[in-house]
């Protein structure tokens, strides 16, 4: 089954969770908690679907790695974004989860003590993969 075209539907989802991160802070700023409670789960959602179908992607190519074709500069500054964008993609569903349990339960100090943290970093996680998806496929100059 050929699934070359989850890369492009994953950094979609990833521009989608992006533009749900945005509008669910600025609905919260606005005083609107149910409005941002729809948002923020409708993100993590879209997140979660990202997160299977990438591991789909992944595995149907046996976990085989897709190869930036630069040198210099170029490798290593994409190497940097690659590192600190997988770094902390490792954090989010942890955080997502938690964010959301606290919301749901009330806990609302605490769950904008950490929002402070994890927000941040998912929003970074979600506009990187975006990113990533550019230099790897459309971007990517051919092999050297």
């Not at 089954?1 to 989850?6: A, G, I, V």
């Not at 976990?63 to 770094?87: D, Q, R």
């Not at 955080?95 to 941040?120: C, K, S, V």
């Amino acid at each position: 089954m050929d699934l070359s075209f989850l890369p492009a539907v994953n950094a979609s989802l990833n521009a989608i969770a992006t533009v749900l991160l945005l509008v669910g802070r600025r609905r919260i700023r606005a005083g609107d908690v149910d409005g941002h409670r729809r948002t923020m789960i409708t993100a993590f959602g879209v997140s979660a679907v990202f997160l299977v179908l990438y591991v789909l992607h992944k595995a149907a190519k046996d976990f085989e790695n897709t190869t930036f074709h630069a040198e210099g500069l170029a490798k290593g500054l994409y190497l940097a974004l690659l590192a600190s964008h997988v770094v902390l993609a490792m954090t989010v569903p942890i955080f997502a989860i938690t964010l959301i349990t606290l919301g749901l339960r009330g806990r609302l100090q605490q769950h904008r003590r950490l929002a402070r943290i994890a927000w941040p970093i998912w929003i970074y996680v979600s506009m990187t993969g975006v990113v990533i998806y550019l230099l790897l496929y459309p971007l990517n100059p051919g092999p050297v």
